[in-house]
């Protein structure tokens, strides 16, 4: 796995992940995990990636954690081997899913009491009025998360797939 380009995916996905909030090292093992064609342990991981074998045992925890690397086991060997989510669509899916969990429904349960507590106080109307609008629009996106993530997988990639035709809808126009 020390080709060019891999290497260079592996970066860009650990330096695009630090911008989304996510350790590096941990992008970069979902990234080696994610084009290895076999699991990897955590000493082939750390060799591969020169990171501490520490960091790695950690960086694994977490990338478990998003629910797109397992763990997989082999016959004679005690080791534990990890193995990333092979489908693109079930990996961006648990994704979207741990960070809606650790981000979107703290903010809306956040948001659902302050409106509450605003509705119950003096808080001037525009400050109940924006917050009000800010879980209305979470909300909303939230529910449309959760059906599209229900249906089948070839019905949620013609959502996807449906942009343009969508943009219509709303606008009248292509």
Known sequence: MSDDLSTRFILHWGEMSSRWGINRSVAQIHALLFLSKEP???????????????????????????????????????????????????????????????????????????????????????????MKELQELLESMARLFDQVSTLPLPAQKKVLKMGGKIRKLGTGKA
Request: glycine share 4%; net charge negative; hydrophobic share 35%.
């Open 40 to 130: 990897l342990n955590a000493e082939q991981i750390s060799d591969v990636l020169g990171l501490a074998r520490s960091n790695v045992s950690n960086s694994l925890r977490e990338v478990q954690a998003f629910g797109v690397v397992r763990v997989v086991h082999r016959i004679g060997d005690r080791r534990d081997y990890f193995e990333s989510e092979k489908d693109v669509w079930a990996m961006v899916r648990a994704i979207i899913e741990h960070r809606k969990k650790r981000e979107v429904d703290p903010t809306l349960d956040m948001l659902s009491v302050c409106v509450r507590d605003a509705e119950n106080s003096d808080t001037d109307e525009y400050t109940l009025n924006r």
